[in-house]
């Protein structure tokens, strides 16, 4: 059974950090492509960073500079280091282990409430 379980989210000042965490089990970690997603009311949900099993990673233009994904295959735990955080960030974030080689369809975690508010 995969479980995919986000945590880190809340609540920020426009400027601040937050680390988001997900924790991955039943699934061959360190083989899987990941991502992280967010989506804002009334928006659709789009990509944040994406990292591959190999460690290579890219990001949406809206957080580059600012945005670090990485992951711990030896803690099955993706997270991604969000930095100068703005208001325009607040969604709720999802994780998700993307289909491939390993994986026949993809598996989101329940997500996790960002809010950047003064």
């Known amino acids: 059974q995969v479980q995919l379980v986000e945590s880190g989210g809340g609540l920020v000042q426009p400027g601040g950090s937050l680390r988001l965490s997900c924790a991955a089990s039943?699934?061959?970690?360190?083989?899987?492509?990941m991502g992280w997603y967010r989506q804002a009311p009334g928006k659709q949900r789009e990509l944040v960073a994406a990292i591959t099993s190999g460690g290579s990673a890219n990001f949406a233009d809206s957080v580059k500079g600012r945005f670090t994904i990485s992951r711990d295959n030896a803690k099955n735990t993706l997270y991604l280091q969000m930095n100068s955080l703005k208001p325009e960030d607040t969604a709720v974030y999802y994780c998700?282990?993307?289909?491939?080689?390993?994986?026949?369809?993809?598996?989101w975690g329940q997500g996790t409430q960002v809010t950047v508010s003064s």
């Open positions: 039943g699934i061959i970690f360190r083989l899987t492509d």
């Open positions: 998700k282990a993307e289909s491939g080689l390993v994986l026949s369809k993809g598996y």
